[in-house]
């Protein structure tokens, strides 16, 4: 048995508009109905392997258990890093947690945000690295090129690898390429695209980590020591976490580990590190649209509009990704989507609000958005999941207005305690102590109308939270 664990903390920009600090791209539904972390957990169910553990930022924690829900899949441990720290602290982490139950048994090491349709063959290929794992090699996974990327490192082998699906030996890790040594590599035929999937044995693991970067054993090691539990996370102590280096498993380890081998992955794979990527994996005749998109006399393109009853038309485009969402669009030349990241960093610049913030701000009870700001007044729609609460609060500059218009709201204002059902409102005067509760089995949805001189989320005074939030 394989106990997988699912890195799940990073913030890429790269998918700006949609992917941002706030709500990361593998929370979104970018190739379907389930979001990326949720189909990533799920490749990884079967008689193959043990509950998963997951490896997370302590922003996303409730986002990440939620979707797991959704998908009925029950994690071993959520780990919560204090800070992101890259990868090679992530899964040490998770090693040093495994030691305690496991120290022989295997961990598979896979990012939250990959796209592998063939989750059988991917099983195949897994279960053919363990025998080399449990004879304490590092396994690593090579995806067979199709083309000349230099959006990606490479693994480089003595010779191009057989039809047979077995662990064969890592001669190096190459950088990303230029465009011409790329070609020449996929030309070559022994070169495979690093896909930064791991498989190894907890105590192999924890030894390379010894041998190359005995600092960060003894700062993860602290910070996994003083972990507390903490409405069912494990959150990693913030202090000694704060002295691990943040690299990469690749720079701290892999690149000066020689017990290394690799095994090639042959079927469909992608990182969708950008725009670009999300059009190859969607593209049909050359065209990716989302539903309420029209394109005239264009090829080549990606329209997007994340917006329901918004309607985003293209003409005569060729090579264009656009992408609508409620307070941004992205418009970019297909081959320089890489470049959104300069854009993001311009924004932050300037203090967008769009740099980092996504329009949905989720909570551990919900989510809300804004749907209009003006002079001392803002509109917003919420949605409470079943069985949620908000915790007991008040105001010290705004009043409001609850419209409960899906559901029944369960909600106390300082001594009074009502049910408010659909088509029903109540009034919450400013400085009142008040919550809202769902009480029924499917989401509660309400407008709440705010009036006052300062509306920031930052106007709140908690007395009582049943998510230990302050």
Known sequence: MITPVILCGGSGTRLWPLSRKSYPKQFSALMGSESLFQTSAKRVQGPLF???VIVTANDFRFIAVQQLQETGVDPAAVLIEPSGRDTAPAILAAALYLQGSDPDGLMLVAPSDHVIPDSALFAVTVEAAVPAAQG???VTFGITPD???TGYGYLELDAAPGKEIRPIPLKSFVEKPDASRAAEMLAQGRYLWNAGIFLFSVKSILAAFEATAPEMVAAVKAAVGGAKADLGFLRLAEEPWADAPA????YAVMEKASNLSVVPYTGRWSDLGDWAAVWRETEKDGMA???????????NTLLRSEVEGQHLVGIGLDD???VAMPDAVLISHKDRTQEVKQAVAQLKSVNAIQAENFPKDHRPWGWFESLVIGD???VKRIVVNAGAALSLQSHVHRAEHWIVVQGTAKVTVDDDVRLVTENQSIYIPLGAKHRMENPGKLPMVLIEVQTGSYLGEDDIIRYEDIYSRE
Do not use: M, Y
């Open 50 to 52: 043990n509950a998963p």
């Open 136 to 138: 304490g090699q590092l």
């Open 147 to 149: 083309r000349p990327e």
């Open 247 to 250: 690299i990469s498993v690749d």
């Open 289 to 299: 649209q989302t539903p309420e998109t029209t394109a005239i006399s264009c090829k």
């Open 320 to 322: 264009i990704v656009a």
């Open 376 to 378: 001392r007044f803002q």
